[in-house]
Structure formats: C-alpha cells, structure tokens
C-alpha cells in the first residue's frame, strides 16, 4: 500500500484556501478548535459521509485533520479504499496550534475533552475501580488486568477500542442537523 500524502501545518496553511479540510475528531473536540473552514465529519461516520467526500475530492484536494494525525491517517487510508486521495495533517491540530496558526470556535458550541484525555480517564478510573474492588472482592482486580492489557493492545497495534467506545457517548456525537449540513455543504 502507498503511504498517505501528509502535509505540514506550514504547507498547510499556505494551501488552505484551496483544500476542502475535513476535522475527523469528535464535536466535541472540533468545537475546541479546528482549522479554518474545516468540516466536521467524526471518524466512525466516515462511511455515511463517503458520497459528499467524493464529490468534494472531485473538485479539488483534501485535507483530514484530527488531534495529533493518527485518525486522519487511518481515515486517509479508509478513503484511499474507496479511491478518494486525500492528506493527512502531521501532528494533528497539536502541531497547527504550536506553531501558531488560526484555530476557529463556533460561538456557544459545547466543548469536551479530547479524546485520549477520556482514554486516560476512563483508563485509569477502571484501573482504581479494580483494584479497590479487589480489596473485598479478590477477583475484581481482573478488571485492572485487562484494562491493562488493553492498554498494551493499543499501543502494539495503533489502535485504541476505549476510544471508540467513548466516541459512541451522547457528547462525543454530532447532532444529526450537524453532520446533514455538513454533508450538503461538501456536495455544492
């Protein structure tokens, strides 16, 4: 497989007015901060939002945004099976803002935390939950182990099921009106 185009927050930037940019991290954490004019689009609704991505692919370049450039990558990689080309961010929105570039937030929008700072919360309350469950209940530290080796699993394999887990949650979802007009504005 070829590896996914990526560009710098600099190339980025130069280019913004002529790439279609496309924020694949939670509402949440899009409301936090995106790329100017970037649509939100979360990473587990790729699929629906495929026939507005082609489109738009069909008018000129995009560009997936997330956090620190893993989920645009693998959403690079989702779009390149289904013949869409498209680049990746390097280092996410972490690197754009360190660098200095514009962030914009929608007025009044909710904001939530990002999504491996949920990870590590919901991680380490697990881990806790266990291990003071097993002071009583010997076998509760089970749960410490296998949110442990979950862990492991995500770091070997790039991966993170928590994450997914957590990005199903009522505040990590986009309002159907949201992603609706999303999809609309991409297929102009």
């Given at each position: 497989?070829?590896?996914?185009?990526?560009?710098?927050?600099d190339?980025?930037?130069?280019?913004?007015?002529?790439?279609?940019v496309?924020?694949?991290?939670?509402?949440?954490?899009?409301?936090?901060?995106?790329?100017?004019?970037?649509?939100?689009?979360?990473?587990?609704?790729?699929?629906?939002?495929?026939?507005?991505?082609?489109?738009?692919?069909?008018?000129?370049?995009?560009?997936?945004?997330?956090?620190?450039?893993?989920?645009?990558?693998?959403?690079?990689?989702?779009?390149?099976?289904?013949?869409?080309?498209?680049?990746?961010?390097?280092?996410?929105?972490?690197a754009?803002?360190?660098?200095?570039?514009?962030?914009?937030?929608?007025?009044?929008?909710?904001?939530?935390w990002?999504?491996?700072?949920?990870?590590?919360?919901?991680?380490?309350?697990?881990?806790?939950?266990?291990?003071?469950?097993?002071?009583?209940?010997?076998?509760?530290?089970?749960?410490?182990?296998?949110?442990?080796?979950?862990?492991?699993?995500?770091?070997?394999?790039?991966?993170?099921?928590?994450?997914?887990?957590?990005?199903?949650?009522?505040?990590?979802?986009?309002?159907?009106?949201?992603?609706?007009?999303?999809?609309?504005?991409?297929?102009?």
């Open positions: 497989m070829a590896p996914t185009p990526a560009l710098t927050a190339q980025a930037s130069t280019r913004l007015h002529e790439l279609t496309i924020d694949v991290r939670t509402p949440g954490e899009y409301a936090s901060g995106h790329l100017p004019g970037a649509h939100n689009i979360p990473l587990d609704r790729l699929d629906i939002a495929l026939p507005a991505l082609k489109a738009a692919a069909d008018r000129g370049d995009l560009l997936i945004v997330c956090a620190s450039g893993t989920r645009s990558a693998t959403a690079c990689r989702r779009l390149a099976d289904e013949g869409v080309t498209a680049a990746t961010l390097t280092g996410g929105t972490s754009w803002t360190r660098l200095g570039h514009d962030t914009h937030r929608p007025a009044g929008a909710r904001t939530s990002a999504m491996d700072r949920q990870v590590r919360l919901a991680a380490g309350s697990l881990v806790l939950t266990g291990l003071a469950a097993g002071l009583r209940w010997p076998r509760a530290r089970a749960l410490s182990a296998g949110v442990a080796g979950g862990l492991v699993f995500s770091a070997l394999t790039d991966t993170c099921g928590l994450a997914k887990v957590l990005a199903r949650l009522p505040h990590n979802q986009p309002k159907g009106t949201d992603l609706d007009d999303t999809l609309a504005a991409l297929t102009r």
